[in-house]
């Protein structure tokens, strides 16, 4: 069993966890952002990479540091735990992510190139899809080579050209910025790229890297974290470099997107500005690039958590995931939608508190009082964020701080963490009299 990676296998293994976080939502949002930003683009840009990049890399670090989902939930009861991670598989994996990847990649990727699309030739697309992520996902021992030394270079030298060129010959000026990125450029971006919710699905990503560094050979556990917190730095790089070209495209859409109503639409009329006739092919590549390597991502990790849970083997999971995504992708995506948003905002902000515990575990008194009270301050608060997602009036918990960025969670959890923290302290001295008495 060898010990180290080659330089080529590390920066594979980092490609690859590059192009599972850069799903098509990733590619569209920041054109619109940009446009918005206008001329505090630069204050929006580093807004959005403080948590849309720092977030899902800090995450991948933390399962690094835990070692694996057992070691971020050791404290919590086993039952909660696994009921947890089910519920996040599920919600990130066939009941929405995935699904909407294969829609998204059909969307944009192929129905313009078909003059009366319709019902069959989604049908027929998603069959093709999810079958060509159903084989990708099966071979896991070699996902590295497959995503991270095939797939994923020619998705970031498109990205690359595209980048470049937008450079060379922006297509209008930058003008004044709109909204909200007026008075509060920074923390509207800021909010903007923690609302890509990545940090959750960092998570299942770190699990599928984990598997990946021990099928190169390595079973060491030193090196193993090591290479997960390479592969993060550098897909959080490629996501950086991403997300900066795409907010200065769309700063300088203006001129020729002015009534694009999404980040795609700003997209799609750059490109074509750009290469011409050439420019609905190159979208189409970069975005069915993207969206298959996500899903892939997406597939392999549930894949593989719940081939450890049930007596079902990795390939038969991979194969029944493929088919839920495929038919959830023609006839369920807006309902799904309508029920996953919430329950994915209600798990965003236990994932987060999962993560901050990681790192401060070594400090906390008494772990499993702490995990267990900050996790449930976490879930009880997060309902309001996920209840103002699913539409209802929660307009009466205002008075709490950062209510209105969708973060009514963290002021109350970390008061949460600091008060278990005090009276973790206060038991331990209680208990070291007792014991000397």
Do not use: H
């Not at 702490?370 to 918990?397: C, H, Q, T, W």
């Amino acid at each position: 069993m060898k010990k180290s990676l080659s330089m080529t296998d590390v920066f594979a293994l980092g490609f690859m966890t590059f192009a599972f976080f850069l799903g098509a939502g990733n590619i569209i949002f920041p054109p619109q952002a940009g446009q918005l930003a206008g001329d505090n683009l630069l204050a929006a840009t580093l807004g959005f990479l403080s948590t849309g990049v720092s977030l899902p890399l800090i995450a991948i670090i933390a399962v690094a540091v835990a070692g694996g989902w057992e070691g971020l939930t050791r404290d919590l009861p086993s039952k909660v735990a696994t009921l947890l991670a089910v519920t996040i598989f599920i919600v990130i994996g066939p009941a929405f992510a995935a699904p909407r990847a294969g829609l998204v990649a059909y969307e944009m990727g192929v129905k313009p190139f078909i003059a009366d699309a319709g019902q069959l030739s989604l049908t027929l697309f998603s069959v093709v899809f999810f079958t060509i992520a159903l084989f990708l996902s099966r071979s896991r021992g070699n996902l590295v080579d497959m995503v991270g030394k095939f797939l994923t270079p020619i998705l970031f030298l498109a990205l690359i050209a595209l980048a470049v060129t937008v450079v060379v010959n922006p297509q209008g000026d930058i003008v004044a910025a709109q909204g909200a990125y007026i008075d509060m450029p920074f923390i509207t971006g800021f909010v903007e790229g923690y609302n890509t919710l990545d940090a959750v699905a960092a998570l299942l990503f770190g699990m599928v890297i984990v598997d990946a560094v021990r099928s190169k050979g390595v079973s060491d556990e030193k090196a193993t974290r090591k290479y997960l917190v390479m592969a993060g730095l550098i897909a959080a790089s490629g996501l950086a470099f991403v997300y900066v070209s795409l907010f200065y495209l769309g700063a300088t859409s203006v001129s020729i997107a002015p009534e694009a109503s999404n980040g795609g639409d700003i997209l799609a009329i750059y490109v074509a500005a750009l290469y011409g006739p050439a420019g609905q092919s190159i979208l189409s590549l970069i975005v069915l690039l993207a969206c298959l390597t996500t899903v892939v991502g997406l597939i392999s990790a549930c894949s593989d958590y719940f081939c450890k849970l049930t007596s079902i083997t990795y390939e038969n999971w991979v194969v029944i995931l493929s088919v839920i995504c495929c038919v959830v992708a023609n006839v369920g995506l807006n309902q799904l939608i309508i029920i996953s948003l919430p329950a994915l905002f209600a798990l965003y902000p236990i994932a987060m508190a999962l993560v901050i515990l990681t790192f401060v575990r070594r400090l906390l008194p008494n772990p499993v009082l702490s995990y267990r009270v900050v996790m449930l301050v976490a879930l009880s608060f997060s309902m309001i964020d996920a209840a103002k997602v699913a539409g209802f009036n929660v307009s009466a918990f205002r008075v709490i701080p950062l209510f209105d960025y969708g973060m009514a969670w963290l002021m109350p959890t970390a008061a949460a963490l600091v008060l278990t923290v005090i009276f973790g302290k206060k038991t331990a001295v209680t208990a070291t009299k007792t014991a000397k008495a």
